[in-house]
């Protein structure tokens, strides 16, 4: 390891020492010991950074009443227990339906379908970039579709005709394009719906339920319909159930 | 999720919640909002959380995630030219430079791009290690560690103009006899 390689991981080390145990610093840290040069640009690196982090929390500082204001959402905000929520009851009975059924519907090609969930997640949470063409209008998406030579019958599930789609892009999977539509529902959940032509997921089964796994720290609901196969991404499994109860 | 696990993560948390959801949105009532709405969905959905040490990152991640909805929502946050906010600007005072400092460095932060200004809240506000930013933002640890270097230079570097800055403004606030001694 170099000096400049040092530097560029002991930039990342915290100014309070937390990091001392941590592997991936101790070659660096043991570079810093061996060469004093390096050792002053650390020491002075860790104190410049404690008084930015000092003077940060002073420059922001936290308004009086919000502790308040959060520890009121008690009082606000009380779900009540699941089993006295009709509907939670109805969506924990469909659960179970639908593990019974994604249990006898798994698909045959699950190593494929796993690397298609994580690819795709992996385009969901990518920040910058994130989508190619911005519109809130879904003919004009269409039409930038066509234009790239995309299939767009595809069918939205009914929840995402309400929400606002806010754009899409073109993404790759083993060398297979599939269209990546962008929505961010009324309560501002984000979501993002793949599609591409099932001939590259072949042994998945037509018209079944939305397979539910985790990806990449995403849950995703996986499902086919005609030639083509749905891919949709949100924040947590009882949201994306919720969408499906509502189709 | 209980009421005293909520109240303990309130205490434990909202402060860098909120510094960070300031560094993100640029302004207090924004940040505010971003911070209840954050606690008001673990209220809601807490309960899912199975591992109470993931709280934390629960929350950020969260607040994360609130902030690109309304960004992509794009209608929250009109730009504001400074030429439009001009004539509300303070006149310098001593106490105003007597903050300068602090505020400085707040402004040195806010006015950063957000691909940098995310990284360095989450590292200076809440002292989240380089993987927890890796996770929270679901970006590489080396692209974590680069930006975070290329960051940390382009805070100082606006840090060393504003200090430029603020010594003008002490000497042009000096009356006419101090400045002639100097």
Known sequence: MNNQEARLILQAYRCGGQDASDPLFAEALEQARRDPELQKWFAEETALDARIQASLQTALPIPHELKSNLLALRKIIRPAPWWLQPLKLAAAAAVLLLGVATFWLRPQTPAQLASFRETMARYSMQEHGHITFESHDMT????????????TNFELPAALHRGPAQGCRVVDWNGRKATMLCFVLDDGEHMDLFVMDRVGL?????????????????????????????LLTGDNKKLLQKLFQQT | MNEVDYEQAVNSFYEGLYRFAHSLAGNADDACELTQEAFARLLAKGGQLRDRSKVKAW????LYRIYLGWKRRDTRHPHL?????????PTVTPDIVDKLEHEAVGQ??????ERYRVLLALYYFENHTYAEISGLLGVPIGTVMSRLSRAKDMMR?????????????????KPESQRSQT
Do not use: C, H
């Open chain 2, 157 to 173: 570097k606006s840090l060393a103009a504003k200090s430029i800055g603020a010594e003008r403004k002490i000497i042009s606030i």
């Open chain 1, 202 to 230: 072949p042994g998945l089964p037509e018209g079944s339920a939305p397979q539910f796994a985790e990806a990449n720290g995403l849950m995703t609901a996986t499902w086919v319909k005609g030639d083509q196969v749905y």
């Open chain 1, 140 to 151: 004009k998406i269409q039409q930038w579709l066509q234009d790239r030579g995309m299939e």
């Open chain 2, 108 to 113: 040195s932060l806010l006015e950063m791009e």
């Open chain 2, 59 to 62: 929350l950020f991640t969260t």
């Open chain 2, 81 to 89: 030219e400074i030429t439009s906010v001009e004539n509300e600007l």
